[in-house]
């Protein structure tokens, strides 16, 4: 099942479902019970929003051996953990903004989980009961910054740094998965959900042990190599195997007047 948020124009935001190119409204709670109601919209017709606005949006730090490799880095002993915040989420489709700060925005692909039951001190084997699905997400860093700062809070969390969708597919299975990034159609990262240092279970019951997850949050499980430069103009497309594929386009910051030095 595809779970999605959608937005008829001139109309609030609807939790729905997808169904052959056809979206139908939900009645109840996404992380509860719901029922499925008729899907006769084509999706054609409405504008995707991210399928959750997460309480917390956990990520995962070099969790692909390549990727640590490619930044002269150790791939670490346990999870390295931050988190961004929920002011970064745009959904598909949305332009991803780049901040004056920065001179070398990048594009990391990554697959997403997202929590359906609320938990802590969740154990391995337990993990997937707390699972309601699976997204994608495009962990755009501010790469000069993340190394300038040592704290990746800013470099990770400008606002349109989290684009997530284009849906939360409850079947999806992340074993071995082929995950893609590609910029204006040229393949930039290439990588299996099977090289992931710290699995999908290892990931929940890590973070579980930090803080409590709720229904919702979502975990960003790390990025393969091959991150490069975004510019404006570009379009970015993350995909996963069997998942979806999430694209947006990137702009420079209209709003920000540089101050006068
Ligand atoms: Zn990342």
Redo the contacts with the bound molecule.
Sequence with gaps: MRLVRYQKPGQPPTQGWLYNELVGPLEGQLTGEFRRMEANLPLKEVRLLAPVLPSKII???RNYVAHAKEHNVEVPEAPLLFLKPPSSVIGPETPISLPPQSAQVEH?A?LVIVIGQRGRWITPQNALTHVLGYTLAN?V?ARDLQRKDGQWTRAKGFDTFCPLGPWIDTDFDPSDALITCHVNGDMRQMGSTRDMVFSVRQLIAYASTVMTLEPGDVI?T??PSGVGPLAPGDVVEVAIEGLGALRNPVEANQSYESPKS
Aim: aromatic letters at 0%.
């Design positions: 990520c995962v730090g990391e990554e962990d860093t960003l790390g990025t």
